[in-house]
């Protein structure tokens, strides 16, 4: 990482996503003086996902930053949520699945898409256990809060299944 392609970048980050033209000016610098470095291209990516929906063009950076370095961690968080943003199930599911595998990477990111992709696939218990499986990976207050949020979320989608008293039945 160059000095000059790290200030463009970090300006990039710091632009991100309260000013989108800035941000995309600093990008394309950083991205001329280092054109296959994996943190710019993801921020590229998350541009085009978060704040412009062109997933496709998107999952382009994304492919683009996971090539560059397949080991870099910041990466495939967001790339899950655009393949998801973009029902590409299949794909978000053998990208968690690679993604568990790298070190230093934060699990419980990681399982709180698979379990987003479970209740996306109607897949409520599983989501709830993934979810369980996720907390024990949530090293600060925040994460786990979000985790807990996301439980609740789901509970309240399960079909309530009612016991009928024998009164009711004849």
Same mark, same amino acid.
Do not use: H, W
């Given at each position: 990482?160059?000095?000059?392609?790290?200030?463009?970048?970090?300006?990039?980050?710091?632009?991100?996503?309260?000013?989108?033209?800035?941000?995309?000016?600093?990008?394309?610098?950083?991205?001329?003086?280092?054109?296959?470095?994996?943190?710019?291209?993801?921020?590229?990516?998350?541009?085009?996902?978060?704040?412009?929906?062109? *997933?496709?063009?998107?999952?382009? *950076?994304?492919?683009?930053?996971?090539?560059?370095?397949?080991?870099?961690?910041?990466?495939?968080?967001?790339?899950?949520?655009?393949?998801?943003?973009?029902?590409?199930?299949?794909?978000?599911?053998?990208?968690?699945?690679?993604?568990?595998?790298?070190?230093?990477?934060?699990?419980?990111?990681?399982?709180?898409?698979?379990?987003?992709?479970?209740?996306?696939?109607?897949?409520?218990?599983?989501?709830?256990?993934?979810?369980?499986?996720?907390?024990?990976?949530?090293?600060?207050?925040?994460?786990?809060?979000?985790?807990?949020?996301?439980?609740?979320?789901?509970?309240?989608?399960?079909?309530?299944?009612?016991?009928?008293?024998?009164?009711?039945?004849?």
């Amino acid at each position: 990482m160059t000095l000059t392609k790290s200030k463009y970048y970090f300006e990039a980050l710091d632009y991100f996503p309260f000013n989108l033209s800035e941000c995309m000016d600093a990008l394309n610098y950083a991205l001329s003086y280092e054109p296959e470095d994996a943190d710019s291209l993801c921020l590229m990516g998350r541009v085009y996902s978060e704040e412009l929906k062109d *997933y496709e063009t998107a999952k382009k *950076y994304f492919d683009e930053a996971m090539q560059s370095n397949i080991g870099n961690v910041n990466t495939p968080k967001y790339y899950i949520e655009c393949l998801l943003n973009n029902e590409d199930y299949k794909e978000a599911e053998k990208l968690i699945a690679f993604a568990l595998k790298l070190k230093g990477i934060d699990k419980s990111e990681i399982l709180n898409c698979l379990s987003l992709l479970q209740e996306r696939n109607f897949e409520y218990k599983q989501a709830l256990e993934t979810l369980k499986e996720a907390k024990k990976f949530a090293y600060n207050r925040t994460a786990l809060e979000i985790l807990e949020d996301r439980e609740k979320m789901i509970k309240s989608k399960m079909p309530v299944t009612r016991v009928r008293k024998k009164e009711e039945i004849k």
